[in-house]
C-alpha cells in the first residue's frame, strides 16, 4: 500500500490563514505597547498582504508610523510573528480526506518547509500529530536542507523501507515541491485550488512539473484510492 506525504502549507490549509492570523497577534502586540490602535495596524498589514507585499512587510509598516521605531525594532515583530499560537484549521475537505485514508490503512506524511518552532506551532494547532505517521519538518537540518533538497524524502524512505515507486507527495508549490519527489521515484501531484499563495504560478522547466494536477480533494481522494487498486 503506498506511503502518501503531503505538504502542510497551502495543501492542507491555506496558507494566508496563518499570515492573517500573525498579523492579528502582531497587532495586538503592538497596540499593548504603543498608542496606535491594533486593528488599525492588522488593517493596514491585510491590505499590504491582499496588494502582493509578500516580504518586509513589517519595515513598511514602521516606516509609515515612525514612532513606532522608538519602541520596536522589525526584528521584534518578526519573532513575535514567528511565534504567535496560530489560530488555523485544516481545511475540511482536507481533513475528511485523511480521515479517510487513514482508516482505510494508508500510512500518511508531512514534509515542511519553514522556521522549525513556527512549522511545529502549526502542526499541534491543525491536529496533525494525531493523524500523520511521520512528520519531518526540513528546518531541523537548517535552511539549506528545505525542498528542493532531498534529504527529507530519503528520510522516509529510510523510515519506512520501501522504494520510492511506493511513495506519493502531494503539494503546493512547483518552485519547489515536486522536483525533488520525482527525483527519488516518487509519484509527485500537485494540488491546485483557489486561494493558495502560488495558485497562479507554473513549472520553470520539465522538472519541476508535477505528473498529475487535482483541482480538489475530491478528486484527490478518488486518485489516491486508485493507486493501490
Not at 507585499?53 to 520596536?72: A, K
Request: with cysteine; net charge negative; aromatic share 10%.
Amino acid at each position: 500500500m503506498s506511503v502518501i506525504v503531503f505538504d502542510m502549507d497551502d495543501t492542507l490549509y491555506l496558507e494566508r490563514n496563518f499570515v492573517i492570523s500573525g498579523f492579528r497577534s502582531v497587532s495586538k502586540y503592538i497596540d499593548e505597547r504603543t498608542n496606535l490602535t491594533g486593528e488599525t495596524l492588522f488593517e493596514e498589514l491585510v491590505t499590504d498582504f491582499e496588494n502582493g507585499i509578500r516580504s518586509r512587510n513589517f519595515d513598511l509598516l514602521l516606516s509609515r508610523h515612525p514612532e513606532l521605531e522608538q519602541t520596536l525594532k522589525v526584528d521584534d515583530l518578526v519573532h513575535h510573528y514567528r511565534n504567535h499560537e496560530p489560530s488555523i484549521n485544516l481545511m475540511p475537505e482536507a481533513e475528511e480526506m485523511l480521515r479517510m485514508l487513514k482508516s482505510k490503512g494508508y500510512t500518511l506524511g508531512i514534509i515542511s518547509d519553514g522556521h522549525l518552532e513556527t512549522q511545529a506551532r502549526k502542526i499541534r494547532s491543525l491536529g496533525l500529530q494525531s493523524i500523520m505517521d511521520i512528520i519531518v519538518l526540513t528546518d531541523i537540518w537548517g535552511r539549506d536542507f528545505w525542498k528542493p533538497h532531498i534529504r527529507a524524502f530519503e528520510k522516509i524512505e529510510n523510515v519506512h523501507g520501501s522504494n520510492g515507486d511506493s511513495y506519493i507527495y502531494v503539494g503546493d508549490n512547483p518552485t519547489k515541491d515536486f522536483k525533488p519527489a520525482k527525483k527519488r521515484g516518487w509519484k509527485a501531484i500537485r494540488l491546485k485550488i483557489p486561494g493558495q499563495l502560488h495558485y497562479l504560478e507554473e513549472p520553470a522547466s520539465a522538472e519541476d512539473e508535477p505528473e498529475i494536477e487535482c483541482t480538489s480533494f475530491e478528486e484527490l481522494g478518488f486518485f489516491l484510492l486508485q493507486q493501490d487498486q
